[in-house]
């Protein structure tokens, strides 16, 4: 909705620029307060802004431009697949077989997709360029997570998403300025206070409150309804036709997300070793 309604450039600005400005009197004094806590790990949130809130965010909706939201939830969803090899290099973790079976799926379900039911499309013609974004935004939000868990930082949830979201208005300020219309227009300013309240603030506290009720394992599951409601919300809110190979293909893409998050009772064993370690 908003690529009809804003520039992109201006709306990844506007977005994380709200979003801070209501934070920042309840976060404010609470960083001023542990400013020498937070002070030797700015590097590593700097980072952390610009691979989750910078290029993750501006580069959907830039893609938003020139695909489907029905596209952009699916390729989406591959996040938690990403993580998890991203695990490897980055944690020391091992891959399952289970892992490698699933990210097969996916990867075949989405190319099922984005070739409109042709598996071999990439031997003739490319992927469009939104959809092509969406794979480099799903890469760096999964190197974000994978980043958030090795780079354990003293500090509280709220800290931390106010200290990224400050990094991420700075490196947002210079793209913003090369917008057509540096104010947003009428017609997006609904949008902007839903991505600033709804996603960049309510979606978060929401999400930290459910892991610690249900633990981040069963509160990981949930993120493979995230493209069932995106779907379902493009075919009435945008008028998006969903065709038989978003269907199949979306299929394919959740159950081989599923299949690689499943733990065989060995890893099961083996976290529980090193947790008593």
Not at 35 to 64: E, T
Not at 79 to 100: D, E, Q
Not at 102 to 116: E, K, N, Q, W, Y
């Amino acid at each position: 909705m908003a690529a009809s309604a804003i520039e992109p450039s201006a709306m990844s600005f506007y977005r994380w620029a709200f979003a801070m400005l209501i934070l920042t009197p309840f976060c404010l004094p609470s960083v001023i307060k542990s400013r020498h806590v937070i002070r030797p790990y700015l590097s590593k949130l700097a980072f952390l802004a610009l691979l989750g809130m910078v290029l993750n965010q501006s580069l959907g909706y830039y893609a938003g431009l020139t695909t489907t939201a029905s596209n952009m939830s699916l390729i989406t969803s591959l996040v938690p697949l990403i993580s998890i090899f991203l695990s490897l290099p980055l944690l020391g973790k091992r891959i399952s077989a289970l892992s490698i079976v699933g990210a097969v799926i996916s990867l075949a379900g989405l190319t099922f997709m984005l070739g409109h039911g042709d598996m071999t499309f990439f031997l003739h013609q490319p992927i469009t360029e939104g959809d092509g974004l969406m794979v480099i935004a799903a890469l760096s939000y999964g190197a974000y997570c994978v980043l958030l868990k090795r780079w354990k930082m003293p500090i509280t949830n709220w800290q931390l998403i106010y200290m990224q979201g400050m990094f991420a208005v700075a490196m947002l300020t210079p793209l913003w300025l090369t917008s057509d219309s540096l104010l947003p227009t009428e017609s997006s300013i609904p949008l902007i206070m839903y991505a600033s309240i709804a996603a960049s603030i309510l979606a978060p506290w929401m999400w930290v409150k459910a892991i610690d009720v249900i633990g981040a394992e069963s509160s990981a599951m949930f993120m493979n309804l995230l493209p069932v409601v995106a779907v379902s919300l493009a075919a009435i809110l945008l008028g998006e036709k969903i065709e038989s190979y978003h269907l199949m293909g979306g299929i394919m893409v959740i159950s081989g997300v599923i299949l690689a998050q499943i733990k065989t009772k060995k890893a099961k064993q083996e976290a529980s070793v090193l947790v008593k370690a």
